[in-house]
């Protein structure tokens, strides 16, 4: 079993910037594929992000990539989301995702893949 916590939402002008953290319980965290998700009001849950287990691979989502940057650390159980350049569609509840088999492909994306969620934190950025 593993529970997820994050944590880091809030509310931030255009341009700006947050780190979205997600606390892991559970010895075995480091085997972990993790993942972002996030879903805004009367819309589906999106991926964002996913980092396998071992750190070497990363995916984004078209509508982040070279704004938003993946990273964990494996010792503290922590997944973190660094979100740069904000922009108001990418307000939305964000939610951390974990599954202990890597997706296969672009499998790595969808949300069925991901056994595992957190509540979420919402981030709102204002233009």
């Known amino acids: 079993q593993v529970q997820l916590v994050e944590s880091g939402g809030g509310v931030v002008q255009a341009g700006g910037s947050l780190r979205l953290s997600c606390a892991a319980s559970g010895r075995t965290f480091s085997r972990y594929v993790m993942a972002w998700f996030r879903q805004a009001p009367g819309k589906e849950r999106e991926f964002v992000t996913a980092?396998?287990?071992?750190?070497?691979?990363?995916y984004y989502a078209d509508s982040v990539k070279g704004r938003f940057t993946i990273s964990r650390d494996n010792a503290e159980n922590t997944v973190y989301l660094q979100m740069n350049s904000l922009k108001p569609e990418d307000t939305a509840v964000y939610h951390c995702?974990?599954?202990?088999?890597?997706?296969?492909?672009?499998?790595?994306?969808?949300?069925?893949?991901?056994?595992?969620w957190g509540q979420g934190t919402q981030v709102t950025v204002s233009s």
């Open positions: 995702a974990a599954n202990l088999v890597t997706p296969f492909g672009s499998s790595v994306r969808m949300v069925g893949s991901y056994e595992y």
């Open positions: 980092i396998t287990w071992g750190g070497g691979d990363t």
